[in-house]
């Protein structure tokens, strides 16, 4: 589990936060992220033999760089309708950067080897605050939230009450949180 912290190494705390509009002041935040276990899966990477010239006698081929694979082409995607849940699919391809040559780079797959090797894989948030006075909140409620988690970051999302004592609330983030930067 990977717990994200400030510089100091401590979880955020005693930021400010905001409940449906209310202030409170952060206890606790944290993002955890469940590692997926990915050892053994093969999987598909570029490959490092490739390379290909095209009709213009433009020369193509795979690069070391991981980051930018294929420096001479560029990848282009359109959708094309949606899949059964309702999501948007794309087809995607590359091209020749100077002539617009479509070329597809070759990929390998890979075996997995017997090495354990670990993706990011859910990620959760939760958060605990104090209330300067009692919410009318009860377990499974839905609130808005945002809090500072730095001098210029500050997170929102939405969260359900996982617990109220008094003034404390236990929150669990529902989907994705959001950052934005503040002045
Ligand atoms: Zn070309």
Redesign the pocket.
Known sequence: MKRVTDDQGSPFTNGRAEINGFPAVLRDFRIEVEPMDVSGLSRFVPDPAWSFT?????F?ATSLEDDQPWP?LVRLTKGDGFDDDGRETFVAWS???????Q?EPNMIEIDGGNWRRYEPGDVTWSAEVLTPFALELGGGDMVSFRAKIQAKTEVFGVATVNQRTGHQLSLIGVGKIGRRSTA
């Open positions: 095209d009709a213009q006698h433009h193509h001479t091209e020749c950067k100077i002539c617009g040559e070329v």
